[in-house]
């Protein structure tokens, strides 16, 4: 074997290994939600075996139970208020991100690494550590239990995150298309629009994903600051875990069943997540 079919050779074994290791690393992932989805289609007897039984017989009953075949509680309301929140908030969060983002990567402000690490430092204190002032706030205005509460909640809560990210992907789009712009007279709405967006594209794709699964996924401040009203899908989630027991099968198809919308978002948006995570990690 020459030199070169020996570096070949173990070129081919190292891409196997990493390879080896990638689906390893997937497989290890994805069966805490595989076994979800097993077990919500089996019966609570046979869910509740130590260990569960893969091979027990099948039945919608968990779902039916979610869908409020016992109880009479629907449980569309509390997905409505968490689609409307979720959406809206993110909206909201690309509106005030992107224009942010450009002023601080195309158009870079004076001292603009302080403006980043101030976004940055509103992460640093824990949520729990603010629940009680936003309480006592929400409670004065009167704007307990309002999806618009958790709109803007949610919306700031995001917002620093968001503008990390698309001033990272801003700072790829070629400056010489801006001037191109400027010099044939666009203006500022014009350019982020016509220009920036498409070009961007991947990158806004990818912060309003992660936007509205943080906004879908988030539990606490929903939790606290609503009710019967503009209770949220999580929270609705919750209710499943009585004093009576934890009935496994049953809040297995409820996890299932809210996990669905994130799912689908993140397979439709697959390709533009991936472009958009790793632009700009190639120079």
Known sequence: MTAQEGRAATGLLRRGIWGFLAWFCGLFFFLPF??????????????????????????LQGYREFFGASTGVSPWPPLINSLTVSVTSTLLVLVLAI???????????????DVLFFFLSTKMLPA??????????????GMLDNVWLLVILYTSMNLPIAVWMMRSFLAEVPVEILEAASIDGAGLPTVLVRIVAPVAAPGI?????????????????????????????????????????LFLAKVCAAAVCVSLPVLVAGFAAQDKLVQ????????
Not at 43 to 51: K, Q, S
Not at 221 to 240: D, Q
């Open 34 to 59: 595989a076994w979800m989805v097993l077990t919500s289609f089996h019966g609570e007897a046979d869910a509740a075996t130590n260990p569960p039984s893969i091979g027990a017989a099948l039945t």
């Open 99 to 113: 224009p942010a983002a450009y002023a601080l990567s195309i158009k870079p402000v004076r001292k603009w690494t």
């Open 128 to 141: 729990v550590a603010g629940l009680l002032p936003v309480y006592l706030i929400a409670k004065n205005a």
């Open 205 to 245: 794709a990818a912060t309003a994903l992660i936007s509205f699964i943080f906004s879908w996924n988030e539990l606490l401040f929903a939790r606290v600051l609503t009710g019967v009203v503009a209770g949220t899908a999580p929270v609705f989630l919750t209710g499943f875990v009585t004093s009576q027991g």
């Open 276 to 283: 958009g995570l790793s632009l700009g990690a190639v120079k």
